[in-house]
């Protein structure tokens, strides 16, 4: 195929992509916004009228990109205004969130450095807004906010996961929380958990995820699969566990392995790798 006929061929294909999709630079642009509206303070806003007027803005933003999904001004219309009714409760949430992670985290100083250093916060309160706008029907946008925050903090939480107050996400990198994942109150996280499926079915009613309950702690590099699996409340779950059943509660889930120290003269393995 020569240039001319893959650009023809191109351009072709380009005429079947669904134009219902928002503008992906938009959405970033706005789910930014919408977070330091919320908890950066901006040396412009003065009075609570700089802030309502910022608050008009993104509500004509989320408005715009709305439209693109829906192509239909009222309902577009409707999608903003009940996101932006639903904001004094989600950040209400937010707030327990940073402060869940000042109580569990002892590097932690303060609210204000959770909120501006944390990427667990970060990634937590940008699954609430979009959670919230996945629980208005709203398809697509919602995950390109998250996706962005995917790729921001290595954290990925879908829109359409259940998560309950004070969730705590330490470190954060390489978390993943599926679509129909159930968290409940008080939950602690760190690096590299997957709360993930052991299918990949098609099907959108069928739960594929796991449910944690109420005060479970997660650590780093542990696996939980399945629609059925359900971790007990106020249970422990340890380092790189893999579970695919249920524990009940009050339970200390943990892998043991053997480590091995010996001098390295002589060692009849090779010690200049590379990783």
């Keep these: 195929m020569s240039t001319k006929e893959f650009i023809q061929h191109l351009f072709a294909q380009h005429q079947k992509v669904d134009r ?25 806003c003065h009075q609570p009228h700089d802030l309502e007027k910022e608050f008009t803005l993104l509500k004509g933003h989320l408005l715009s990109l709305a439209y693109d999904v829906v192509h239909k001004e009222e309902k577009a219309v409707h999608i903003a ?45 940008v699954y609430r807004l979009s959670h919230q706008l996945w629980e208005q029907g709203v398809e697509v946008l919602p ?30 990198t390489g978390i993943v929380i599926g679509e129909t994942t ?26 594929r995820h796991p449910t944690i309950e109420d005060s479970v702690t997660i650590y780093s590099g ?6 059925t699996t359900v971790i007990g409340k106020d249970s422990i779950i340890g380092g790189n566990v893999w579970l695919t059943y249920s524990v009940p509660s009050n339970s200390v889930v943990y892998h043991k392995s053997e480590v091995k120290v010996r001098d390295k003269n002589p060692f009849p393995e090779p010690l200049n790798f590379v990783i």
């Design 20 to 44: 219902s999709f928002p503008d992906k630079e938009l959405a970033e642009q706005f789910i930014d916004q919408m977070f330091n509206l919320l908890f950066l303070p901006s040396r412009k």
């Design 81 to 125: 205004e009940t996101f932006f009714e639903a904001i004094p409760e989600l950040y209400a949430k937010l707030i327990k969130d940073a402060q869940a992670l000042l109580a569990f985290d002892p590097a932690a100083r303060s609210v204000e450095e959770v909120i501006v250093a944390y990427p667990g916060f970060y990634a937590t309160a």
């Design 143 to 172: 995950r390109l906010f998250t996706e962005y925050s995917h790729s921001k903090t290595g954290i990925d939480i879908h829109p359409g996961a259940r998560i309950g107050e004070a969730f705590c996400i330490d470190h954060g």
């Design 182 to 207: 159930e968290i409940g109150n008080n939950v602690k996280i760190y690096q590299g958990v997957t709360l993930g499926a052991l299918n990949v079915s098609k099907d959108n009613v069928a739960k």
């Design 222 to 227: 542990a696996t939980i699969l399945g629609g």
